[in-house]
């Protein structure tokens, strides 16, 4: 049984296959008719019969021949294939087995990149008639108004809220074929193929609104108007023709006077007469003038044809009245659709050969580049400014968008409505003021530009592998970002474009951990996870000098932060921070081939526990060797305090350091991971921990730490010489070395840091009264002007504190979202900004101008302004660039990206394709990785006092004063009128004070309720009560008492 069935399985396979070739065979039968057949009737051969294959029949047989086998849109898109270029296409596209543009549609996750197609808004009103379709759609920016034209004469005006507000119906027995709009004059103008229409929108006459000029020699197929604003009462436009001819016509006001045409019978338009007008006309093609369009910044007009040599000219209008030679570009089969963007300065051309081509306006031998994917010709055109893209569509309603700077595809989608005659009536434009593309065919359609712009389809990356770190050379304009790979790049901070980039700086698998610009930005420093610190000549990349390799390397010397102090031809000093604490300044000279350690920060200081201050001294002399810091000899053992519960030692776990030199003020602040923050102060010979005493150990580290200086002039992080400073010093207490520091090896310097001689704050009072520089100090201190210093924590707070140890402000930030513990903290150059970076890839910014002015003062309030999420991660370091006015950030994701400074709006990341364009900052654009938009922090305004206005009552005393006597009124008899208005007369406010109440002028800013009245309670006054109730009273109580004591009743009745 199973062979006979396998046997019948294989005979009736084997008559379809041979139905098949049947209807195959007939079906390319089909095609070379229709093929012959548009063939004759595009050389004017061919003479209609019964036999004319038209659409409907067409799609009749191929359903017939293959049934639903086909679908529908296959059906079209195959017929237009061959009525648009005459092809022969393979009959397996009959069934969509092919590379179809559709194909290349983006998923609706996906279309987001440029349009939201789903959003797609079709305007239904009848603006054509039954089987008409659009054939013109014009914006008019300034006006905020939109034309559009249909074939068979419906001229309609819509509103910027597409209302409609004008519309007629022309008429003319022929057909539209374009229009414009006269922007001094106020008219509409359209041509038809024998005549001009000039209609007056803005009329209410039903008749006689508008003037037509006739008659036109050739057939009119476009219209343009060019831009001239030194007359407003005159205006001027282009014509294309069918033989090639474009035309140049001027209308002025008078003319609507002066040239006006008698006519024997009323008709809609006013006619004027074409030969009273003088309209210079050039041939500039061999075949139909498709489009013609004037580009104002150019000052050049364009016109395309289907004539493969002179396929576009793009020229001076002059040109059209002296016959001078024009500028030519020619295209295989012909231009049907170009357009010019502003910003690339480049024009695109496209036609029949389905090649979108780019070319410089003055190069017309040769494009500069080539856009590939239609899959049938292009008919149209348009530019996106802002994005600088290029929509194209194709005659199979196929839109394209693209990406002019990286000439690469955004977005692919298709318009499924209309039918196939249609091909050649399908006008777009784009409305770069709202972002927002318009579509013609029977109805209008708008796709609007997505509101949140993906900058790419694939994660920002400027690294492929997590950043290190982020520096900015203010004296070029150049970003350094290294990634842990240990590759260094450059980059230029206004275009984004890299300059170069160094691989293995410290060797081969040896990672960059950290680095420093010098203040002029020559100079670069970097240090690596070896301990090797480098100098290295920024511009070029060059390696100056090295510090070398510690014989027993360990994670000991890691180098976690570097700061330049000093950058010269000859002297380089840079103070680095090390794995386990050790801070170190690092020299070099001209006389020594590499770098050597010159002095070195005690690691551990033991405080006590009821005033955390120890008074140091300091060895001045030690300034011969480096120009920075005095030493500090700590003479006393202090492993030998770790038991001591009156003291207790420092951290040595130190995350981040800062330091901050200016008059009267030479400070090292260094922050640990269990929240301590010990504060050197080398005019005072003291050190400081600062803490807040109510917060336990976890969650208190400190992640960042920088000085606040209100003082333009001040020389910070970046400063190249240091004056010797009036230390404290004590040379009886502490002999002289023979040999500096800078003789001995750094074993040497590093075992001396556990000598020291400590002095609590009762046995150096007498000492810093007598030091002149504390008194400095001191003054600065009491009219707001010493330095602060700012530290971010873990606890995602920052505090503010003064040098003297006082914690001033605690911020924290103000968000929808967590922002998780904060990782790193910057200011701008003036000190008025402080912005600080999360783990969770937030950016917050606070101004601080106020505060800095008088710290101690409370009324100077600190206020938080932005905050916005940057990246998905956590934030490694960022800057703020004042003269751009943008923050840069570099995070753990491997991106750096650019931001708006004050609003938080997205540019791009450094390593993309295109250059940034920091002029746009009206469309809010966020990164793929990156959902949540910036939060602006509105000012929350005081409160204002508002008086609560009470009605009218009845003032009797006024009412009695003007009942007394008889009015006017009365004595003629109107009494009921008269009383009406001396009651009215009578009403007045009540006497009293109004009630005051306070109102919330801004309501955004976290209030709860929005008004709020205040009541004033007055103390209750004591009502007295009568006598005989008194009485009453005094009998009740009386009368319980007796009750509940019987012995007192026994009493009170013997006495009587």
Known sequence: MSGKKGHNEKSCSALELIDFKNALEQFQDLVEKLVTQKTKESSGLYTKDDDEIDYNKFYATTRTLFGPAVKDQNVQTFFRKIMSNLERPEWLEIFGCFAEESDGTSSPSKESVVFLVSEKQQITHSVVKRKDVIKGIVKVPLLHLTLT????????????????????????TAWITGCDFLPNLKYVVAVTESTVILWDYKSKEIKSNGFVIKPMKNCLLCVCTVTMADNLAKDTFLMGDDKGYVYLLTITSDDFIMKQSKTEKESQFKLMDSESFDIPKRKLHDDWVGKIKYFPALKRFGSCSTDRINSFVLDDIKRLEDHLPVKEFSVPKGVNAFTYCRKAKVIVTGGNDRILRLWNPVVNFSPTGKLLGHKHSIVEIV????????????CAKVFRVWDIQTLSPLQVFYENHGTPEEI??????????????????????????????????????????????LLYNRAFHQILSICTESILKVWDLETGSQIYQLEDAHGLNTEVTCAAIEINGIYLATGACDGTVKIWEFESGQEVKALPLA???????????????????????VIVLQQRGKIKIIQGDSAQTDLYVTWVLPEIVPFP????????????????????????????????????????????????????????CRLIATGSANGEINLWDFESASVKCLRKTTEENEGSGVNAIVFLVHSVSSRRKGSSLFPTPSV??????????????????????????????????????????????????????????????????ESSCIRLWSIQGNLMRELLPFSEHPAGPLTSLCTDIFTKILLAGSKEGYIIRWNIAAF???????????????????????????????????????????????????????????????KFDLSDTSRLILPLDVSEFSAIIKESKRMEKKKVIYPLILDRDKWKSLT??????????????????KFFKALAPEKRQPMETFEFVCKEAGAVFGFLPIYELENPVEVSMPKSLQRIKAEKSSHKGREKDPGSIEDLSHNK
């Open 424 to 469: 050649n009536a399908f006008p777009m434009v784009f409305d770069n003021d709202h972002g927002m593309l318009f579509t013609g065919s029977e109805v209008i359609d708008i796709y609007p530009l997505a509101n949140v712009i993906q900058d790419s389809k694939e994660l920002p990356q400027t690294h492929e592998k997590s950043l290190n770190v």
């Open 149 to 172: 034209a249909s074939q068979k004469g419906v001229l309609t005006v819509f509103s910027k809220q597409m209302k409609v507000l004008a519309t007629i119906e022309v008429e003319d």
């Open 551 to 573: 014989q027993h390397n360990n994670d000991e010397h890691r180098m976690q932060k570097i700061v330049y102090l000093k950058a010269d031809e000859g002297q380089h000093a």
């Open 383 to 394: 530019t996106n400014e802002k994005d600088q893209q290029v929509i194209s569509l194709s």
């Open 728 to 793: 404290m010093s004590d040379t009886g207490a502490i002999p002289e070395h023979k040999e500096s520091s800078l003789d001995q090896p750094e074993e040497n310097v590093e075992s001396d840091e556990i000598k020291t001689e400590i002095k609590t704050e009762e046995t150096a009072g007498c000492e810093n009264t007598q030091n002149p520089n504390m008194n400095v100090q001191l003054l600065k201190a009491k009219a707001g002007q010493a330095p602060l210093l700012a530290s971010a924590h």
């Open 964 to 981: 007394r006597s008889p009015s006017d009124l009365e004595k003629a008899g109107h009494e009921e009128e008269a009383q009406t208005f």
């Open 609 to 664: 526990r009821r005033n955390p201050v120890v008074y140091l001294s300091l060895k001045p002399s030690s300034l011969k060797t480096q120009d920075f810091f005095p030493e500090i000899r700590l003479l006393c053992n202090t492993s030998s305090m770790r038991n001591d519960t009156e003291t207790f030692l420092s951290s040595v776990d130190i995350k981040c350091f800062d330091v901050v030199e200016e008059e009267g």
């Open 852 to 914: 800095l002015e008088d710290s101690r003062n409370r009324k100077n309030y600190i206020k938080e302004e932005l905050c916005w999420r940057a990246h998905a991660s956590e934030v490694v370091d960022f800057f703020i660039e004042e003269e751009k006015n943008v923050v840069v950030t570099a995070s753990i994701d491997g991106s750096v990206r650019l931001w708006h400074a004050m609003t938080g709006y997205y540019f791009g990341y450094f390593g993309q394709a295109r």
